[in-house]
């Protein structure tokens, strides 16, 4: 299988600048295409076998960012095609795209509209009882969805209301996944005051419905998969302080519920909650902080638990080496136990990158990682290293 290496993505990158340098005028479209070179030592996240390989991702790249009176209409599109050098039944195609409308009224009316789709090939040993899907004949793909709508009264002043709508949908290709599977209508009503210039507080209550068209219980000691409908509430205190522009602090504190209609699955009652810190110690340097504390369905992306609570931190660091040339880092722990059968997954994950921006139309970014999980289940603990390039051009 020919791969190409970094010297000659490069040398086309360089080679295609010469044509983006003569100076067209920016348009509110864009355009690209993308190449990428990845080694990952577990593929298959598994702890008794070697399973390294390279793949390669080629990708082209869409949007568009428009005024259309007093709305703004964005659009991003990428779709990649993934080869791996020698597991080829896991070659695949994935894609997503995201579209959203932000609106507004000669008054004090906005909102905001948005879409998006990906699909992706699924992530490798997930736990949480599922059994893994190493064979080329069950590749195991995740389809995600979202739709949402948010309406505004009164954004710019001292007092405002919102009140949004949001749908989530996710979709596993393999079987053994089936469980992780859901869909989620939500409605959302909020009262928000600014007490001071840098101060915003509010007040949100929150309503779910949604269900798990196969969720794993045991009855009499068979396990079993059932459909599960389930409805949480949560009311919110929230809190966004501007520090002095150089920090801003995000908080929500709630009382959540969640319930399921089968009688096999615990509820849930308890408070759950999120911080985040952005600080800009200096011009070039960007930190931020985020913890979180909340059941499955909300806080974990590839879990569908709604009695289980899920504790996460992560931090981030961005830094400005030179106007051309950015570093950055990033580590993030999720951990989640179930006290009445001693049961824990603790996940973690460790990046480190460089991404050099040659002009507006062209940039190469490498990154090394590492993830790994410590389980109560010999199976699902793993560690996997992966180091990879990739290099962007852009038409706009």
């Known amino acids: 299988m020919l791969l190409p290496t970094p010297r000659l993505c490069l040398a086309l990158g360089l080679l295609l600048s010469a044509w983006s340098a003569q100076g067209q005028e920016s348009s509110p479209y864009y355009f690209g ?37 007093r709305a703004r209409l964005r659009i991003d599109t990428s779709a990649n095609n993934n080869r791996y050098a020698t597991l080829r039944d896991l070659n695949n195609t994935s894609y997503s795209g995201r579209s959203t409308v932000d609106w507004e009224t000669l008054g004090d009316l906005s909102g905001t509209l948005m879409a998006s789709r ?112 389930y409805r949480r509430t949560d009311i919110d205190l929230t809190a966004s302080w501007a520090t002095g522009g150089s ?33 800009l110690p200096t011009p070039k340097l960007q930190l931020r902080f985020n913890a979180s504390r909340d059941t499955g369905v909300e806080s974990r992306i590839q879990s569908s638990d709604i009695d289980r609570l899920y504790h996460s931190l992560g931090a981030t660091a961005n830094y400005e080496l030179t106007g051309k040339l950015f570093l950055q880092a990033s580590i993030n722990r999720i951990s989640n136990r179930r ?20 002009s507006r139309s062209i940039s190469l970014s490498c990154q090394a990682a590492r993830s790994s999980r410590d389980s109560s289940v010999a199976i699902y603990t793993y560690r996997a290293n992966s180091l990879g390039c990739t290099g962007q051009f852009f038409v706009f």
């Open 33 to 69: 295409a993308s190449a990428g070179l990845t080694h990952v030592s577990n593929v298959y996240r598994r702890g008794d076998t070697a399973n390294s390989d390279r793949v390669t991702s080629l990708g082209l790249l869409a949007g568009l960012d428009q005024r259309l009176g």
């Open 118 to 229: 990906n699909r992706t090939l699924a992530e490798f040993n997930i736990g949480r009882g599922a059994d893994n899907v190493p064979l080329p004949s069950q590749q195991n793909r995740e389809s995600n969805g979202e739709y949402s709508a948010l309406v505004r009264l009164g954004a710019k002043s001292r007092y405002s209301l919102e009140a949004g709508w949001a749908y989530r949908k996710r979709d596993f290709s393999a079987i053994e996944y089936s469980r992780f599977a859901f869909s989620q209508h939500s409605l959302q009503v909020g009262a928000y005051a600014k007490p001071g210039a840098n101060l915003k507080v509010g007040i949100v209550g929150r309503k779910s419905k949604g269900k798990n068209p196969r969720y794993p219980v045991v009855v009499s000691g068979f396990p079993l998969l059932l459909e599960n409908p």
């Open 247 to 279: 920090s801003q602090l995000d908080a929500r504190v709630s009382r959540s519920r969640s319930r399921s209609d089968l009688v096999f699955v615990n509820s849930f009652s308890g408070t759950t909650g999120a911080l985040a810190w952005s600080w």
């Open 339 to 358: 006290d009445s059968v001693g049961a824990y997954d603790n996940d973690a994950t460790q990046s480190i990158g460089v991404r050099w921006a040659y």
